[in-house]
């Protein structure tokens, strides 16, 4: 046990612990630390006390003393459409620095992080790998469908409704009774339920436990064998740089092309991977992309849900699926490799385990995941680089129409989110508009998804499927249609998507991965004169950035570029 010695040093810690309802007994066991972001911020977090229980349990029942601690998260959809959505993406970092915190004042054997969320997940995962003692991650899984099989984001329509004044009250009324009708995280594939699937793929959680649904009672079993599975990681002395190795990432990639995960998983698992000193190139996510089939028909590039997704198999069904292109000898929080797991399951017939309840919705498992032979496409996003994206640029082409993977057209610019939305819902946008959307990015404005105004499109009959919009933001992994974000170098740093104007004509390519300013004031010209006159533009220099304070401050003035992650 780790903290023998400083036991024996210092009476008092024994004695502080004693006073928390420890007994002498326990301050002889393993000491683990379960960190949780429950609270009463949103569905994906009110939950966890009942998971953290049982991952309790089973660690005393494997002889070991857990002990609990809390850092809430936040929700991005609560928000949505005010300037809270600013201070998202930072709350990643602080929620891994509390981590850190905790895990640092005392010298644990081991620790179980539980989330279900955007940022949570993937400050679960920094900080598991950043700290390096043995560690699990239990996800927080998934919401029950809403009516229709339908799931939150029908407050895309809704809320545009609300704005041109067409909405009933009865219809925003039975929305908010119906949207979320459950905990967990919301049943489409966004970046929660991404990065739920990216910690099993990575090897970090027990096979299934990415988006188990959030009311059955499978999720507390696993919660309980999460206990166990610490236990073991502890007494085997398994460190999290063991299983999060650079195959592992690879593998992670692999499966995010498969079931067309978000893009926000591309600033996610670099930020993760830099915990370990391991570098990840974003043209390793394109290489991928190329050659990986997309398996999975889950909303928004597809159409089913992500409780019926768990139902077909899930991560590990899709692993199974692509046993040839993954590395099967990756450890795993299990003890064992991949391929261990993988054959253990099919010997306990998981695979089939949980059809009976797919079949209540009419569906078979190949509806829901493409066996290799019926994959429509190969991957699932595509990075992106040309003249406003020198470092690179993210599309999802998994949810974008083939028309609009190749696309000419003007631009409109605006300098906020809040400016463009007001645009789309006044009617100042155009089919054939490409519109830019700046000074969003890490230092910008903290990098706020922009999924208000992406939604707004996609809900308009004229717009849907005939405008672009291109930004140095990022997207929900709701998102859908033709929208390319993370473009770097950003705004704030004095990218060239800083000096567009309206009336420059932007084409980008998704076949080629390019995106490009083709002409100026609706006249096209060589690239070689575009970069001189862009050249031009420069020498006025970038919006001034407004005065900022605290967090918020350190993080927009020290943010590395979406391109490694978007951390600091």
């Known amino acids: 046990?780790?903290?023998?010695?400083?036991?024996?040093?210092?009476?008092?810690?024994?004695?502080?612990?004693?006073?928390?309802?420890?007994?002498?007994?326990?301050?002889?066991?393993?000491?683990?630390m379960i960190e949780d972001v429950y609270g009463d911020s949103h569905p994906g977090s009110v939950h966890l006390n009942k998971l953290t229980e049982q991952i309790k349990y089973g660690i005393y029942q494997q002889g070991g003393k857990p002990s609990q601690y809390h850092t809430t998260d936040v929700c991005d959809g609560c928000a949505q459409g005010h300037d809270g959505m600013n201070i998202v993406l930072a709350s990643r970092e602080a929620i891994c620095d509390m981590v850190e915190v905790h895990a640092s004042a005392v010298p644990w054997d081991g620790m179980v992080l539980t989330s279900s969320c955007d940022k949570s997940i993937p400050a679960h995962l920094k900080a598991i790998a950043r700290m390096n003692i043995p560690a699990i991650f239990m996800p927080g899984g998934s919401m029950r469908p809403g009516p229709n099989q339908t799931t939150s984001l029908v407050a895309g329509e809704i809320s545009l409704k609300q704005r041109k004044g067409t909405a009933n009250n009865r219809e925003i009324l039975d929305y908010k009774d119906t949207g979320c009708p459950s905990v967990g995280?919301?049943?489409?594939?966004?970046?929660?339920?991404?990065?739920?699937?990216?910690?099993?793929?990575?090897?970090?959680?027990?096979?299934?436990?990415?988006?188990?649904?959030?009311?059955?009672?499978?999720?507390?079993?696993?919660?309980?064998?999460?206990?166990?599975a610490i236990m073991n990681l502890v007494n085997k002395n398994i460190t999290p740089d063991m299983i999060m190795t650079k195959e592992a990432f690879e593998n992670a990639i692999i499966i995010h092309s498969a079931i067309g995960g978000s893009t926000n998983a591309t600033l996610h698992l670099p930020a993760i991977a830099k915990e370990l000193g391991i570098k990840l190139d974003m043209n390793l996510f394109d290489e991928i992309n190329h050659k990986i089939p997309h398996l999975g028909n889950i909303n928004p590039s597809g159409k089913h849900l992500t409780e019926s997704f768990w139902f077909a198999g899930g991560i590990p069904y899709v692993q199974y699926l692509l046993k040839d292109y993954l590395n099967l000898d990756v450890l795993t929080v299990t003890g064992k490799t991949l391929r261990e797991n993988l054959d253990e399951l099919e010997k306990n017939n998981y695979f089939n385990k949980y059809l009976g309840y797919l079949n209540n919705y009419g569906l078979d498992k190949d509806d829901v995941i493409y066996p290799i032979s019926k994959a429509a496409e190969l991957g699932s996003i595509a990075i992106m680089k040309g003249n406003i994206a020198k470092e690179g640029a993210v599309i999802k082409y998994s949810t974008c129409i083939e028309d609009m993977r190749h696309h000419i057209g003007p631009a409109k610019v605006f300098n906020s989110e809040e400016e463009a939305h007001n645009a789309?819902?006044?009617?100042?946008?155009?089919?054939?508009?490409?519109?830019?959307?700046?000074?969003?990015?890490?230092?910008?404005?903290?990098?706020?998804?922009?999924?208000?105004?992406?939604?707004?499109?996609?809900?308009?009959?004229?717009l849907n499927g005939k405008v672009a919009l291109i930004t140095d933001g990022r997207f929900s992994g709701a998102t859908r249609g033709a929208a390319i974000g993370h473009v770097s170098p950003e705004a704030a740093r004095g990218g060239e998507i800083a000096f567009i104007e309206d009336n420059d004509i932007i084409e980008y390519?998704?076949?080629?991965?390019?995106?490009?300013?083709?002409?100026?004031?609706?006249?096209?010209?060589?690239?070689?004169?575009i970069e001189k006159i862009f050249n031009e533009r420069k020498k006025k220099g970038i919006i001034p950035r407004p005065k900022r304070k605290g967090f918020y401050k350190r993080y927009t003035e020290n943010a590395t570029s979406a391109m490694e992650g978007a951390d600091y």
Do not use: H
């Not at 507390?220 to 999460?226: E, P, V």
């Not at 404005?445 to 999924?451: F, I, R, V, W």
């Open 1 to 32: 046990m780790k903290s023998i010695k400083e036991r024996q040093n210092w009476a008092q810690f024994d004695a502080l612990q004693m006073g928390t309802e420890f007994t002498l007994k326990d301050t002889t066991l393993p000491q683990i």
């Open 185 to 228: 995280a919301c049943t489409f594939l966004g970046t929660a339920s991404t990065m739920q699937c990216m910690a099993e793929a990575l090897g970090m959680t027990l096979p299934g436990a990415a988006l188990v649904p959030a009311t059955m009672r499978n999720i507390l079993d696993y919660s309980r064998q999460t206990g166990y």
């Open 424 to 462: 789309v819902v006044e009617g100042k946008i155009q089919p054939n508009d490409v519109m830019v959307i700046r000074y969003e990015g890490p230092r910008g404005s903290g990098m706020p998804e922009l999924l208000m105004t992406t939604e707004a499109i996609v809900c308009d009959e004229q």
């Open 509 to 529: 390519d998704v076949e080629k991965r390019t995106v490009n300013v083709i002409g100026i004031n609706n006249k096209l010209l060589p690239l070689e004169e």
